[in-house]
């Protein structure tokens, strides 16, 4: 096993850039991450990559072209959503609507770039930026309280969770006003497995999930 030196900039993973310093992270001494090593060693995925691609272009025939935009993606300006921003856009020509969450801590460098993906992409932007007075406050509570079951903290800590939440249900309450058939996100393999790749919103189980941040936070 390769151990990095978390201060060094070239610390990626050579297949999906994936940082050192991701929570559970290690690296083979070909600079793969256990992440996409994992994914890569379960041949039956590329069977079900394709089973759930078919799903996507027949669910695209089905819907595109019905509403003002096809598709709203959660764009964070980051590799996975910008790749995925891409593919959707160029690749399957859809209508896209992105929409980003400004938590008061994002970079200008990652703002510039923002910018030139969806001018370049031709494709409507809007940055939700709530107060950041209220955010604070969520930042601080969540940094000295035991907001979440464990459960929940797994992938992310409970500040990111909260900002999370808040960037899903915006972007589902932004689909349902406007009629938009799809939300879209971007993950890295190993981030979310496959078969999840196209869920259908479920009303009791999105009820549920809003649940637990809502009440949580409010």
């Given amino acids: 096993m390769k151990h990095y030196n978390l201060e060094s900039q070239d610390n990626y993973c050579v297949n999906c850039s994936l940082p050192a310093n991701f929570p559970g992270v290690h690296f083979d001494d ?3 991450c256990n992440f996409c090593t994992d994914y890569i060693s379960r041949g039956y995925q590329k ?8 799903k996507f272009e027949s669910l695209i025939k089905e819907h595109q072209g019905k509403s003002t935009y ?3 993606i959660c764009y964070s300006g980051g590799k996975d959503s910008t790749y995925t921003l891409a593919v959707i856009k160029e690749k399957y020509k859809l209508n896209v609507l992105a929409v980003s969450f400004d938590n008061g801590f994002i970079p200008e460098q990652t703002l510039t770039n923002i ?3 969806v001018e370049t992409l031709g494709v409507d932007h809007i940055m939700i930026k709530p107060r950041f007075d209220v955010l604070a406050k969520i930042f601080r509570y969540c940094s000295v309280t035991d907001v979440y079951a464990p459960k929940a903290l797994e992938r992310s800590s409970a500040i990111c969770t909260s900002c999370m939440g808040i ?6 309450r932004m689909a349902i006003e406007k009629n938009i058939p799809f939300i879209v ?4 393999p190993g981030q979310a497995p496959v078969h999840s790749s ?7 189980m999105v009820r549920m999930m809003h649940k637990v ?3 949580r936070l409010f």
């Fill in 115 to 117: 910018s030139n993906v």
């Fill in 185 to 188: 996100y971007g993950w890295s």
């Fill in 30 to 32: 070909k600079g793969v």
């Fill in 198 to 204: 196209i869920l259908k919103n479920n009303s009791q």
């Fill in 70 to 72: 096809d598709a709203l």
């Fill in 213 to 215: 941040i809502y009440d």
């Fill in 47 to 54: 069977n079900r990559k394709t089973e759930f691609r078919l």
């Fill in 167 to 172: 960037i899903k249900y915006s972007a589902l």
